[in-house]
């Protein structure tokens, strides 16, 4: 059974910045990618940043470049969003994925990742 749970969000002023985990089990990580996915009320979930297992190549949507980074651990068992400079833009929940994009240009398509978390609501003031 594959499990994907999210942790850190949290509230924060604008500037600052928060960790997010997601910890994965019951998944074959080769040929995996790995995703964080927002959504606030009222918007489409768009894709934030996304590493493949295989190669470890990471990509990060221009909206939040420069401002969020993704990585994993040694272990390769949990991936993380560091997030700074954070804007009230950023509000939103956060959700961590995993799937197998098709082709690289898919890798921000929501519909490309078979399992999700629960989310983990992220709310920056001004």
């Known amino acids: 059974q594959v499990q994907l749970v999210e942790s850190g969000g949290g509230s924060v002023q604008a500037g600052g910045s928060l960790s997010l985990s997601c910890a994965a089990s019951?998944?074959?990580?080769?040929?995996?990618?790995f995703g964080w996915f927002r959504q606030a009320p009222g918007k489409e979930r768009d894709g934030v940043a996304v590493?493949?297992?295989?190669?470890?190549?990471?990509f990060t949507a221009d909206s939040v470049k420069g401002r969020f980074t993704i990585s994993r651990d040694n272990t390769k068992t949990t991936v993380y969003l560091q997030m700074n400079s954070l804007t009230p833009e950023d509000t939103a929940m956060y959700y961590c994925?995993?799937?197998?994009?098709?082709?690289?240009?898919?890798?921000?398509?929501?519909?490309?990742?078979?399992?999700w978390g629960q989310g983990t609501q992220v709310t920056v003031s001004s």
């Open positions: 590493i493949c297992y295989g190669s470890g190549v990471t």
């Open positions: 994925a995993a799937g197998a994009p098709r082709e690289w240009e898919y890798r921000f398509d929501a519909s490309e990742y078979k399992y």
């Open positions: 019951g998944l074959t990580y080769a040929g995996n990618c």
